[in-house]
């Protein structure tokens, strides 16, 4: 079956470390995202691509970088910049150009910081 | 930039009785989309709305999208302990890609 995988599904970093989510869809779909969930509040997009090499920041992109080199991959990095990094961090795919299709979500990864 | 609220933010239904969460804009939207996300869980495409006006169905789940394009609503009639997580809708604002979340009402049922 098609789908969004997300790894890992647990992180736990220290301060002041670098650390890379990987996003891996097999859908052949073109939209990639990512987006932040914290209690009580809804998702807040970090960054997106919608083609292979391009990608654009989205509201809360301080602190995160992306790599889009193949289609399938979007992996994000949470750098050492982001203030408050522990969070729900979900990636999700979209088919381009079909109407009445939504967002396609991994499991998401859970990242804390000690 | 583009706010999308959602209230109530929580919700204790009593089993089979029936409520209904709204979404507020302040832009008008190009469409709207809700999600359900279970306990622990990722958020899962419910449906998306387009055309002014337009009313969904899916079995006890009724979606509107309001004439003005800036609201929507979805109201489960007959509560189930199967309908407990949290329902996001999400809205797109013309010639954009991006979705803009509300923040989401928690359903919890009593039995």
């Known amino acids: 079956d098609g789908g969004i995988t997300q790894s890992p599904k647990y992180l736990f970093r220290k301060e002041g470390q670098n650390v890379t989510l990987s996003c891996e869809q097999n859908?052949?779909?073109?939209?990639m995202y990512w987006y932040r969930q914290d209690p009580g509040q809804g998702l807040r997009l970090i960054y997106y691509?919608?083609?292979?090499?391009?990608?654009q920041k989205g509201d809360i992109a301080e602190g995160y970088s992306v790599s889009r080199e193949k289609k399938e991959s979007f992996p994000l990095t949470v750098t050492s910049a982001q203030k408050n990094p522990t969070a729900f961090y979900l990636c999700?795919?979209?088919?381009?150009?079909?109407?009445?299709?939504?967002?396609?979500f991994g499991s998401g990864t859970r990242l804390t910081v000690v | 930039g583009q706010q999308v609220m959602q209230i109530p933010q929580y919700q204790h239904v009593q089993e089979g009785e029936d409520f209904t969460t709204y979404c507020n804009s302040s832009?008008?939207?190009?469409?709207i989309q809700w999600y359900k996300q279970r306990p622990g869980g990722h958020p899962v495409f419910l449906i998306q709305?387009?055309?002014?006006?337009e009313v969904k169905k899916q079995k006890r789940l009724t979606f509107q999208f309001g004439e003005a394009k800036k609201n929507s609503s979805l109201h489960i009639t007959a509560t189930q302990t199967t309908d407990v997580g949290t329902y996001f809708c999400?809205?797109?604002?013309?010639?954009?890609?991006?979705?803009?979340f509300g923040a989401g009402t928690t359903v919890t049922v009593r039995a």
């Open positions: 832009t008008t939207l190009s469409n």
């Open positions: 709305l387009v055309k002014s006006g």
């Open positions: 691509s919608q083609i292979v090499n391009d990608f």
């Open positions: 999700a795919s979209l088919r381009s150009g079909v109407a009445n299709y939504g967002y396609t």
């Open positions: 999400a809205g797109v604002k013309p010639n954009d890609y991006k979705l803009s």
């Open positions: 859908l052949n779909h073109d939209a």
